[in-house]
């Protein structure tokens, strides 16, 4: 938006279909609201945010800031609260020494169950493995079998932001990090169950891993994730990280040692008044599959 030729505002807006049980809308994650602070509290956020609104059928925003959160709320966005966040210690002394450790790190470390920390201890994993012979198999990057994993797997989530072979190749294989992701399909011979993507990084000054990005039937969530946090173990870290909503793998992670940490990355959506889906049913947070690769939160 430009006052007298100056820029004095900008908002941008992630493009991605957004399949709703059986349709698919254009919905949009707005992402990078700026205004100059002199022209602050004149209206210029509302007017760029309502454009962005009505230049698609829903519009999604995470890790909403305070400002932009009230400002959200009066347009008519509904807040879905704060995605669930997960930490699953591998080595708790290397964690709680971590430089700066927040407090709520150290507080985890003492609550977290025997099992959630001990060793190698990955019985639940390696079951899960036996029992469905299933691999992970690495990958250089996405192909068209995504496309069959997406048609597939897409109905077992209400609602869920498009996940096939061109958003994915986009997402994880086009943009300049690239080379920071590890790709996995999840595999029984001649027959792709799902994906997975980690990553590694330093945080706080120690070696981390963080599950980005996961899809399947549901009913394969459980093994998906168990062999990405073996992987991940194996590697040395001192733990693994998993922000998003989705219910299944919330169980599953659970299940695996995963304990709670602080929610801190606010959801909100709004939809355009005619979306032909009933407000009540996207409202509610189990409806919605959310990973740390939606947005651009992750980058």
Same mark, same amino acid.
């Given at each position: 938006?430009?006052?007298? =030729?100056?820029?004095?505002? @900008?908002?941008? =807006?992630?493009?991605?279909?957004?399949?709703?049980?059986?349709?698919?809308?254009?919905?949009?994650?707005?992402?990078?609201?700026?205004?100059?602070?002199?022209?602050?509290?004149?209206?210029?956020?509302?007017?760029?945010? @309502?454009?962005?609104?009505?230049?698609?059928?829903? &519009?999604?925003?995470?890790?909403?800031?305070?400002?932009?959160?009230? %400002?959200?709320?009066?347009?008519?966005?509904?807040?879905?609260?704060?995605?669930?966040?997960?930490?699953?210690?591998?080595?708790?002394?290397?964690?709680?020494?971590?430089?700066?450790?927040?407090? !709520?790190?150290?507080?985890?470390?003492?609550?977290?169950?025997?099992?959630?920390?001990? =060793? &190698?201890?990955? *019985?639940?994993?390696?079951?899960?493995?036996?029992?469905?012979?299933? $691999?992970?198999?690495?990958?250089? *990057?996405?192909? &068209?079998?995504?496309?069959?994993?997406?048609?597939?797997?897409?109905?077992?989530?209400?609602?869920? %932001? @498009?996940?096939?072979?061109?958003?994915?190749?986009?997402?994880?294989?086009?943009?300049? $990090?690239?080379?920071?992701?590890?790709?996995?399909?999840?595999?029984?011979?001649?027959?792709?169950?799902?994906?997975?993507?980690?990553?590694?990084?330093? !945080?706080?000054?120690?070696?981390?891993?963080?599950?980005?990005? $996961?899809?399947?039937?549901?009913?394969?969530? *459980?093994?998906?994730?168990?062999?990405?946090?073996?992987?991940?173990? %194996?590697?040395?870290?001192?733990? #693994?990280?998993?922000?998003?909503? /989705?219910?299944?793998?919330?169980?599953?992670? $659970?299940?695996?040692?995963? #304990?709670?940490?602080?929610?801190?990355?606010?959801?909100?959506?709004? *939809?355009?008044?005619?979306?032909?889906? @009933?407000?009540?049913?996207?409202?509610?947070?189990?409806?919605?599959?959310?990973?740390?690769? /939606?947005?651009?939160?992750?980058?």
């Amino acid at each position: 938006m430009e006052r007298g =030729g100056v820029v004095v505002g @900008q908002q941008g =807006g992630l493009p991605v279909p957004l399949a709703v049980g059986d349709r698919t809308f254009d919905a949009q994650w707005a992402v990078d609201l700026m205004v100059r602070p002199e022209w602050r509290m004149r209206g210029v956020g509302p007017a760029l945010s @309502q454009v962005q609104q009505e230049s698609c059928d829903v &519009s999604l925003a995470l890790s909403v800031s305070e400002a932009a959160y009230k %400002a959200f709320l009066t347009a008519g966005w509904t807040d879905m609260g704060l995605l669930p966040f997960l930490v699953r210690p591998l080595a708790p002394d290397r964690l709680v020494e971590a430089h700066g450790a927040p407090w !709520w790190l150290r507080e985890l470390v003492k609550v977290a169950p025997n099992r959630a920390i001990a =060793g &190698s201890a990955w *019985a639940a994993s390696l079951v899960l493995e036996r029992v469905s012979g299933t $691999h992970l198999e690495p990958i250089h *990057a996405f192909d &068209s079998r995504a496309d069959a994993l997406w048609a597939e797997a897409r109905h077992d989530y209400p609602i869920a %932001a @498009q996940r096939d072979h061109a958003t994915l190749h986009w997402r994880f294989d086009q943009c300049p $990090h690239r080379a920071r992701y590890r790709r996995y399909y999840l595999v029984k011979p001649g027959h792709v169950l799902g994906y997975v993507v980690t990553r590694v990084e330093t !945080w706080h000054g120690i070696q981390v891993g963080r599950i980005v990005d $996961h899809f399947s039937p549901m009913k394969w969530t *459980a093994p998906l994730l168990g062999e990405a946090v073996e992987r991940l173990h %194996a590697e040395g870290l001192a733990a #693994v990280f998993y922000e998003g909503l /989705d219910e299944r793998a919330g169980l599953a992670l $659970h299940a695996l040692g995963f #304990v709670n940490g602080p929610r801190i990355t606010r959801f909100m959506f709004k *939809a355009r008044a005619a979306l032909p889906v @009933q407000h009540t049913w996207m409202a509610d947070p189990a409806n919605w599959f959310v990973t740390d690769a /939606d947005a651009d939160r992750e980058l």
